[in-house]
């Protein structure tokens, strides 16, 4: 198997001894790293900052095109859909072309997508053009996480994950904001064209500053074909079902349940043929599955990806609600609404710098489950919501929310890397990318098909019960993540125990 490994830096056990987290004295960070983290994450921001952006200006693209409301969600899904179809061959692309070419060629796709975007003069070529933006988008997000992993070492890890994890946590506030001042005041097109001086400045400087050490693994790994059949229309279909609860009546809609029935029997499948793959005795090509299901059948790697999952979804799921309410609430503009929002974030970019440096002495397990408890906490003022609600009180309980949660993604995800070895890493971030993916995904739609049967039910948007209670089912979600985040200390620390 191919992979990429920093020889004077290694990043994991010796082979074949498999480890869990530990807690390593603090490893200074040198200029080199700090370089190579800043190249992906200007990249990495691009691709968020598009995908909330482009939701933003859907309705000012449909105005433009002359296309109806049902058509134009696919310029939305399309992109959504691609990414489930690309995010599982990271890891293979990433063996066969080294992660430093595979994320300047992501790169170029990307960039090359938004401009043929931007220059869309219907709807079929704008979704056409989506697609292609979301080959490079699928490429981006997992190969940038295997970058940082391997550039920062298991020493440093937890601080440097802390850093390059502030634009998952911003951008989805910044988004909104910026997509909205740029309907507004200059074209749709240049959400778009936006992208283009972004991506240019992350090619240039990941071409001169990230290396690319020398191939340590197999020189050819199989494109696992029968696993791709299986698990990209799979995940496909069930992420696709998702998104269409929102528009369709609730999970039990004949327009949703097939596709999430039909994507779950195909990813069932894809679970059986990978733990069931077999390396030929006769064959120099060498025989791995998509995603490397087997790697779940170390105790803390599975905690970790649960929890991945858990919070994925608890992020994700009360995003959509908090600027629900303030727009359908209270009124708010969509730029108001984003300000209001804006104090989770900051709190979000303060906590994750004092995050890192704890999880590099004590584990990620640790943090990630006080951030949690602190997250369940302070989000329990959110169930007692209505119209009068002051709106200092709300942004200061966001705030103290966005702390919660900025100590709890990042430190998981490192626990991840220090579980598997240097060359497990590429597959692993498939694993992790797609568990947010659709932890997302699902703690999305099951709010918002909560908020919808509220809102029928108790008066209306201007209630404020509604909220109030889609709320409590999102505190519910984040106390199941914190349970999950606790096992996963358990497991780490299990690990680390001596066997007598």
């Known amino acids: 198997m191919k992979t990429e490994t920093r020889p004077q830096e290694p990043t994991g056990p010796p082979p074949g001894e498999a480890t869990a987290e530990a807690p390593e004295g603090p490893s200074p960070i040198g200029r080199s790293i700090w370089l190579a983290v800043t190249a992906v994450v200007i990249g990495q921001s691009m691709v968020l900052l598009d995908t909330t952006i482009v939701n933003v200006a859907l309705d ?21 859909l691609t990414l489930a179809v690309v995010i599982p061959l990271s890891g293979w692309a990433s ?24 220059a869309s003069w219907e709807l079929g070529p704008l979704i056409a053009f ?6 490079g988008g699928g490429l981006i ?19 440097v994950m802390a850093v390059a994890g502030i634009p998952v946590l911003l951008m989805p506030v910044l988004g909104p904001l910026v997509g909205g ?29 990230l290396n690319a050490p020398p191939r340590t693994g197999p020189s050819r790994v199989r494109l696992d074909l029968r696993g791709l059949v299986l698990l990209a229309p799979g995940l496909a279909a069930v992420l696709y079902g998702l998104s269409e609860t929102q528009s369709e009546g609730g999970l039990g809609s004949s327009e949703v349940w097939p596709p999430l029935a039909g994507g779950a029997v195909l990813m069932a499948l894809f679970v059986l043929h990978s733990s069931r793959l077999r390396q030929p005795r006769h064959s120099r090509q060498i025989r791995q599955a998509l995603v490397d299901v087997k790697l779940f059948r170390r105790g803390a790697f599975s ?44 709190g979000s970019a303060m906590a994750m710098r004092f995050a890192g440096k704890f999880t590099d002495r004590v584990g990620g397990g640790p943090v990630a489950s006080v951030g949690l408890l602190a997250c369940t906490v302070a989000s329990v003022p959110l169930a007692f919501v209505d119209q009068d609600t002051p709106y ?46 659709l932890g997302g995904a699902l703690g999305t739609a099951l709010l918002a098909v909560i908020l919808q049967n509220r809102l029928a039910h108790t008066g209306g948007p201007k209630s404020g019960t509604a909220y109030a209670q889609t709320f409590t089912c999102s505190i ?12 996963l200390t358990y497991a780490t620390r299990r690990k680390r125990e001596p066997s007598g």
């Not at 989506?130 to 080959?135: A, S």
């Open 60 to 80: 000012g693209i449909s105005n433009a095109l002359g296309a109806s409301t049902s058509s134009i969600q696919w310029v939305a899904t399309s992109y959504l």
């Open 95 to 118: 063996e066969r072309l080294g992660t430093r070419r595979l994320w300047l060629i992501a790169l170029v796709i990307f960039i090359a997508g938004s401009v043929l975007c931007g």
């Open 130 to 135: 989506r697609v292609l933006q979301g080959i």
């Open 141 to 159: 997000s997992p190969v940038a996480m295997s970058i940082i992993a391997q550039q920062a070492g298991p020493q440093r890890l937890g601080r």
């Open 181 to 209: 001042a740029i309907v507004d005041q200059v074209s749709w097109r240049w959400i778009f064209y936006i992208n283009v001086p972004i991506g240019v400045v992350a090619f240039w400087m990941a071409a001169r500053v």
């Open 303 to 346: 905690a970790a990806a649960a929890s991945i999952f858990l919070v994925g979804g608890a992020l994700l799921g009360a995003s959509l609600i908090i600027p629900l309410y303030y727009q359908q609430g209270r009124g708010e503009s969509p730029l108001s609404a984003g300000l209001l929002i804006a104090p989770q974030g900051v």
């Open 392 to 437: 200092w009180w709300l942004i200061a309980v966001l705030f103290a929310r966005g702390i919660g949660f900025g100590a709890s993604l990042m430190p998981i995800t490192s626990v991840v890397y220090k579980i598997v070895q240097p060359a497990e890493i590429p597959r692993a971030t498939s694993i992790v990318t797609v568990l947010q993916q």
């Open 476 to 487: 519910a979600l984040t106390f199941i993540a914190l349970l999950a985040t606790l096992c």
